[in-house]
């Protein structure tokens, strides 16, 4: 079999594993195999190069298709075959970045050490020096972990669940505690330490709706790993049955509720909301229909806020205001108070959100009940 049709085999293999794009080139307009679209700092596109460097697996992760116990082609490229499929791709313009991931062949380490070289090829044969984000596996040594940092300008573990028996639903093979939260752990007390890439990040990745987790948990669990780490972000990806695994029956999981987790992560990781401050239905699911920020901030008996004199934790919990436009109105009212909505609106609020929930110099804005 050609590198091409093995590319093709192992890139698709690699569909599943969400990403975004930390560095600062322009996007271009490639539709390929193997290349996908990650999304940038300013929301542009950018299209990196995914793929697994082998999709042979000893896991029996049960949603996954590269499973143990699945019947399809496995096969794996040597690091060299690899850096130069990128590097082809790379040279002609056709991708700005590589997102290396791997099944798991017998030991860890060992498949640890084949992404670790083809990225030490790339960096250190090839000259490449642009962006690669490179998945660290499940039980992966301290070693390996810190020389992956040294290279790779992102890297990330997927926790895949919010507990312990939330992954056991999944997988018999990964142990929740040692194999991913302990290394999550490990990341981030590496983070900063890389001399090539001191300003790596790191980043997460949960199956949502293969177990039974609710919103609550996935939320709860994010929530006490972003006050311990420096996480950069969280993807939720929505379960998606594949044929010949133990879940190959099982309902997908709808995009509406990782909308919704999307939102709510954003309030724990941005706007340092605690999960208490959210609203859940009797499920612990959050509405697949309202916005959570609108629902926190109806439970809430701090509104209306005065414009002029809230501090930056009431007034970013004012929906339609964001943590940029908090900032700018802090920073704005040391010098004049505001007087009127359109004063709002020209900093980027959304008044017609933020209206039933503040005062401007002493005077409601709307006459909506809360
Ligand atoms: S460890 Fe699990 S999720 Fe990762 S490739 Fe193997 S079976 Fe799939």
């Not at 997988?171 to 505690?177: E, G, I, R």
């Not at 330490?193 to 949502?208: C, E, F, M, R």
């Not at 008996?301 to 004199?309: G, K, L, M, S």
Request: glycine share 4%; hydrophobic share 35%.
């Amino acid at each position: 079999m050609s590198t091409l049709e093995k590319m093709k085999i192992l890139t698709d293999s690699a569909q599943y594993d969400l990403c975004d794009y930390v560095s600062h080139h322009k996007s271009s307009q490639v539709n390929l195999p193997g290349i996908y679209e990650a999304t940038g700092h300013n929301g542009c596109k950018i299209p990196l190069f995914k793929t697994l460097l082998t999709n042979k697996c000893k896991n029996d992760c049960k949603y996954c298709i590269n499973q143990s116990k699945r019947n399809f082609t496995r096969l794996e490229l040597s690091p060299e075959e690899l850096a130069k499929a990128f590097l082809g791709y790379y040279g002609r313009g056709m991708v700005n970045g590589l997102f290396l991931s791997s099944g798991i062949t017998g030991d860890v380490d060992e498949t640890m050490e084949k992404q670790i070289e083809t990225v030490h090829l790339l960096r250190n044969k090839y000259g490449y020096d642009d962006y690669i984000h490179l998945k660290v596996v499940p039980g992966a040594s301290k070693d390996s972990i810190k020389r992956a940092m040294a290279l790779a300008n992102r890297v990330s573990i997927n926790i895949e669940a919010a507990t312990p028996s939330g992954l056991a639903e999944l997988s018999s093979t990964k142990d929740y505690n040692k194999d991913i939260l302990k290394r999550l752990s490990w990341i981030n007390s590496l983070q900063h330490k890389s001399t090539t890439y001191p300003n790596s990040t790191h980043t997460t990745q949960l199956i949502v709706g293969a177990n039974s987790e609710s919103d609550k948990e996935i939320l709860e669990r994010m929530e006490k790993i972003y006050k311990k780490s420096e996480l950069k972000r969280t993807y939720f990806s929505a379960f998606t049955p594949v044929e010949e695994t133990e879940f190959s029956n099982k309902e997908a999981c709808s995009t509406d509720r990782t909308a919704k987790l999307y939102n709510a992560d954003s309030l724990l990781n941005d706007y340092h909301y605690n999960v208490k401050e959210l609203v859940f239905d009797e499920n612990d699911r959050l509405s697949l229909t309202q916005d959570p920020k609108i629902l926190a901030a109806k439970n809430m008996d701090i509104f209306p806020v005065e414009i002029n004199r809230a501090p930056l934790v009431e007034l970013i919990r004012v929906p339609g205001i964001g943590v940029k436009s908090a900032r700018k109105i802090i920073s704005i009212r040391k010098k004049m108070p505001f007087t009127n909505i359109e004063q709002l609106k020209k900093l980027g609020v959304v008044v017609n959100r933020a209206e039933p929930y503040i005062k401007i110099s002493g005077e409601f804005q709307t006459t909506f009940d809360l």
